[in-house]
């Protein structure tokens, strides 16, 4: 069994997801279930999050806890989802999002950008550009 990857009271290092989760928490928790069950997020989702927000959290956070290995109890789950829901909520978002399960909340990356995104140490980076500088960018004129 792991710890959470994110400390519950470190909300604050990513103020955006922090702001979103304090503004809209019931929709938050609603994508973060979405993302969990893998299913389409919607108004439906917001609807039950927004009337049953204790619970929804408490789910989410159990789930994610059994999910992924994490220690933990019901108990625990539910009182940090009552304690400082938020911050509960914006750790979760970033546990989904470290663990691959994309996309963690709102407005978070839904993993497609990786193709945009090349790491250095890949065996096809820069061979893009090897055509361009081997002339310098320029065609050969005869």
């Known amino acids: 069994m792991s710890n959470w990857s ?5 909300c604050c290092s990513t103020p955006f997801i922090s702001l979103v989760t304090c503004c809209c928490c019931p929709c938050q ?3 973060q279930r979405a993302t969990l069950k893998r ?14 927000l204790p619970f929804a959290a408490c789910l989410n956070r159990y789930e994610i806890r059994s999910k992924h290995n994490i220690r933990g109890t019901s108990i625990g789950d539910c009182v940090c989802c009552c304690w400082c829901g938020c911050c509960a909520t914006v750790q ?6 470290y663990k691959g399960d994309k996309p963690g909340g709102l407005f978070m990356s839904t993993g497609d950008s990786s193709k945009d995104y ?16 081997k002339n310098n960018g320029y065609e050969d004129i005869p």
């Open 39 to 52: 299913d389409a997020f919607g108004c439906g989702q917001c609807l039950f999050s927004f009337f049953c």
């Open 92 to 97: 979760q978002a970033r546990e989904l999002d």
């Open 118 to 133: 090349e790491h250095p140490n890949s065996p096809s980076y820069g061979t893009q550009n090897d055509n361009l500088n």
């Open 6 to 10: 994110f400390p519950i009271f470190d």
């Open 29 to 31: 928790v609603a994508r």
